[in-house]
């Protein structure tokens, strides 16, 4: 069943669980943040952006962003083929919560240092 037959079906209860369904995946948030910061960029330049990924995970988050309407993918037929990663409307509508959590990350990994330090 494609992703999104199986994300139409699964009924979640409430919106931040259907949100949550949407960029569960432990790179999309990421793909999603560098996406926002970047612009439009290519496979190879996420990849050196997040080096902690394999290219295979890279590929199948990429894919379900798109299955999901949060980025847009668009290949020019060239030899080698380029393609270049965008956020979709959709996937820009998320900017204020990406950002929260960046936030959210820089007060508390700050405070969390701090304290480990003392």
Known sequence: MP?????????????????????????????????????????????RLMPAVTQRMLTNQLRELEADGLLTRKVYPEVPPRVEYSLSVRGRSLEQVIMALKIWGDENLVTATRAEAA
């Open 3 to 47: 992703r999104k037959a199986l994300r139409q079906t699964a009924c979640p209860t409430c919106s931040v669980e259907a949100t949550l369904n949407l960029i569960d995946g432990k790179w999309k948030i990421v793909i999603l943040y560098k996406l926002l910061k970047g612009g439009t960029l290519r496979f190879n330049e996420l990849r």
